[in-house]
């Protein structure tokens, strides 16, 4: 069997259903076996799309990403994707190709060392030099990137060995000398979990931070047993957003930079402070030995080399997020925080998020409306800005998998092909890309992919003509000089119809909602709506970088004396019934 | 917290690329290295890579963690105090008049080195030892003017 053929094998065999890419001179072959075999190939516009949209793949469905490249320039464009991945520990195979070994380190036409350009970003990175390595190479690239922590696997395959032949042997078994993921570990320590059980039993005021760790280990349903069982609230990272509803009345809503005045206050207050699956990152943080300073600090994480990385803690748990917490379930009774959830319930009534309406539609409310229309049970995918955060703060996240957004490297312009993974992944669901003018237009050549399949991605682009997050940074930090901050104006319902998607400009705030819903409707291809929104508004409130949680910057106290409205969020009726019963 | 040398000992795979998987890392993550070496063990596919860090104890978990995190790393272990022998070897040309090279024949032989090789003007010597040892013979032959030296690392073993 041609090594082409013998990786086709192993993708079936691994289920692989769908793969994202570019076919060029050295993957050829790989593409036209492909082409014979029921994977479904997505052909992208750029290869930096092609990685995105695996991952944006993963994401939603929990599944490894599949993407391919060429060698070379190929190789180089998915770099940015791979490295989005791995900074968030998304399961991505990617498969690039390369020149044939025998001309491996000559300059050969094409030729890059993608090996050492992905070294730092991949979990894991093979280059195959003989046929018969191709299976076991795809059995263990796979097994890598969904076990233990999570990340993104490439694979380089020079040309010749996909053209030559060998034996299709394929390993059952996966058994690498140097990695054990924790969850294939037999027993997990009891002893560090039940010292945490015993932190939480003599905590007044605790606090659980969790990140997405609880959602690649599928751990929602036990993060919200320990939370009910032991009464404790829960505040998420973005990435964790969805790991718990933010209906439940034990929900804090996001921390950190952006994240709620009165979360990050809790977080300020509190005597324990238990991290599960979070690592710690400094938008969540701030100033690290002045974060959660009061608290002692529980931190579960299933990658060792996560904990006490920025933030020391107190006890330590390595483990696969959930089965420490089915054993720690097993452990914890109601702990005594009624005082403490009654400060909570004060503080939440008391600085509410909040915005002063404008002449122009505020970006704000455009996400309220997209937040209520979809009644929190869509797919969010957003680009990376004040619209990101706008859209974790004003979007009630209710579901794990929810929220598709590029924690770590912030990557602009991942929202519309991630949002394109997505939908592939979850074709009978509604997929938003919320995204920013600025995000949008580094990757918005796939709304020809997205047209091409006739996806019903919509795209709700808060155009303010700005690269916002830093034209607020500069007006903060930089005395208003606005340094290539301001874009051109772009028509994006011209640009959504040349595309072959319907386009929606939004000019007014009684049209905000008849758009979204008119996209909600719109089935048969993809909707782009423009929303013409306020340039100059700010993402409130603010941590400035290195500043404590109790220092924030556009508190309610500030934005009330200039006319703010506050914000409620919504709960649950059960809980707003028992909130009103005090 | 106290900045200290620490001597780790991993055993990787014998594959290519390996070396520059964990140089890589250690540079990515800011840690400080004193030295590295790597050579085969008495099983061919695995390596043995001695790295001695300048670390504090927090620093030193991290790195563990981190080289540990690396798939074709097999094992990590830090070498306690007093639990191992380590040992490198030293090569110095020295300057070396017809006086002076019987001399530094006597100080290598002190130190359990030999000359290596005897020029018109300079000889090279040749040691091994543990690095405490090879410092105090660095400084018997500064006098004589070192021209050249070369270290090549600690290489170390548990006992």
Same mark, same amino acid.
């Given at each position: 069997?041609?090594? +082409? ?17 570019? %076919?060029?001179?050295?993957? #050829? ?20 799309? +092609? ?5 944006? =793949? ?39 190709? $390369? ?10 036409? $094409? ?13 894991? @990175? =093979?280059?195959?030099?003989? *046929? ?17 922590? %999570? ?72 993060? +919200? ?23 439940? !009345? ?55 080399? @996560? ?15 959930? $089965? ?15 005082? /403490? ?13 909040? =915005? ?5 539609? #505020? *970006? ?25 955060? /706008?859209?974790?703060?004003?979007? $009630? ?18 929202? #519309? ?57 500069? &007006? ?64 409130? *409130? ?37 909130? @009103?019963?005090? | ?52 860090? &300048? ?35 030293? #090569? ?22 030999? !000359? ?26 500064? %006098? ?16």
């Amino acid at each position: 069997m041609k090594g +082409a053929q013998i990786l086709v094998e192993c993708l079936k065999r691994e289920g692989v259903a769908i793969a994202f890419g570019i %076919p060029g001179g050295v993957n #050829l072959p790989t593409f036209d076996a492909l082409h014979q075999s029921p994977i479904k190939v997505i052909l992208t516009v750029h290869e930096q799309g +092609a990685a995105h949209m695996a991952d944006g =793949y993963a994401r939603a469905s929990g599944k490894v990403g599949v993407c391919l490249a060429t060698s070379g320039p190929g190789a180089t464009n998915l770099v940015t994707g791979i490295a989005t991945a791995f900074m968030d520990s998304i399961p991505v195979v990617a498969i690039t190709g $390369q020149v044939r070994t025998s001309v491996i380190g000559n300059d050969a036409f $094409q030729e890059v060392d993608t090996i050492g350009i992905t070294r730092p970003v991949t979990k894991h @990175s =093979y280059l195959v030099k003989d *046929p018969r390595d191709i299976a076991r190479v795809v059995r263990e690239a796979f097994y890598i990137a969904r076990t233990g922590r %999570p990340g993104p696997v490439l694979i380089d395959l020079p040309v010749d060995t996909t053209i030559s032949e060998a034996d299709f042997i394929y390993p059952e078994q996966v058994s690498i000398r140097g990695y054990h993921p924790q969850e294939a570990a037999p027993t997990i320590q009891l002893e560090p979990i039940r010292r945490a059980a015993e932190a939480i039993a003599n905590s007044r005021k605790p606090v659980i931070y969790a990140g997405a760790g609880v959602i690649h280990a599928g751990a929602a349903a036990e993060l +919200a047993e320990l939370a009910h069982k032991a009464r404790i609230p829960v505040t998420t990272s973005l990435l964790g957003l969805g790991g718990f509803p933010e209906t439940d !009345l034990l929900s804090l809503g996001m921390l950190g930079m952006h994240g709620f005045e009165y979360t990050n206050y809790a977080v300020a207050q509190c005597d324990l402070l238990i991290g599960i699956g979070a690592r710690f990152d400094d938008r969540v943080t701030g100033k690290p030995d002045s974060f959660a300073r009061r608290a002692k600090k529980i931190h579960i994480d299933v990658d060792p080399s @996560s904990i006490n990385k920025t933030v020391v803690v107190d006890y330590p748990v390595v483990g696969d997020v959930r $089965q420490v917490l089915r054993e720690l379930n097993k452990l914890v009774g109601p702990v005594d925080t009624r005082e /403490w959830l009654k400060t909570l319930a004060e503080m939440r009534e008391k600085y509410p998020l909040v =915005y002063k309406e404008k002449a122009k539609v #505020l *970006p704000q409310y455009v996400v309220q409306q997209i937040s209520e229309a979809t009644r929190g049970n869509a797919v969010i995918a957003t680009g990376v800005g004040q619209h990101q955060m /706008w859209a974790a703060q004003f979007y $009630q996240f209710n579901k794990p998998r929810s929220i598709i957004t590029s924690g770590g490297l912030g990557t602009m312009g991942f929202g #519309l092909p991630a949002a394109i993974g997505a939908q592939f992944a979850r074709p009978g669901e509604t997929v938003w890309d919320i995204d920013g003018d600025g995000s949008f237009q580094m990757t918005a050549q796939e709304l020809a992919t997205a047209a091409q399949h006739k996806l019903p991605v919509k795209v709700a682009i808060m155009n303010n003509q700005h690269h916002g997050m830093v034209r607020q940074w500069q &007006d903060l930090f930089y005395e208003g000089r606005h340094a290539q901050s301001r874009l051109n104006p772009v028509d994006f319902v011209k640009l959504a119809e040349a595309n072959g998607c319907a386009g929606i400009r939004v000019e007014q705030k009684d049209q905000v909602r008849p758009a979204i819903e008119r996209a909600m409707k719109t089935t048969d291809r993809p909707t782009i709506v423009e929303f013409m929104v306020e340039p100059a508004e700010n993402c409130w *409130p603010m941590i400035a970088p290195g500043k404590p949680h109790d220092q924030m910057l556009g508190t309610y106290e500030n934005l009330k004396q200039d006319g703010g409205i506050p914000q409620r969020r919504r709960l649950s009726e059960d809980d707003e019934a028992k909130l @009103s019963l005090g | 917290m106290a900045s200290e040398r620490h001597t780790i000992s991993c055993l990787v795979e014998n594959h290519f690329g390996v070396l520059s998987r964990v140089s890589g890392l250690i540079s990515a993550r800011g840690f400080n290295i004193d030295s590295l070496t790597v050579s085969t063990t008495e099983d061919p596919t695995i390596s043995r890579m001695t790295i001695v860090v &300048d670390a504090d104890a927090l620093k030193l978990e991290q790195v563990k963690h981190q080289l540990y995190r690396l798939i074709d790393v097999i094992d990590v272990q830090e070498l306690r105090e007093g639990a191992f022998i380590d040992r490198e070897l030293l #090569l110095a040309r020295v300057n070396a008049n017809g006086a002076a090279r019987a001399e530094l024949e006597r100080v290598a032989s002190q130190f359990g080195g030999k !000359l290596a090789d005897a020029g018109d003007r300079s000889v090279v010597i040749e040691a091994s030892g543990d690095t405490k040892t090879l410092d105090r013979l660095v400084e018997r032959l500064k %006098p004589h003017g070192i021209t050249k030296l070369v270290r090549t690392g600690r290489v170390a073993l548990e006992k």
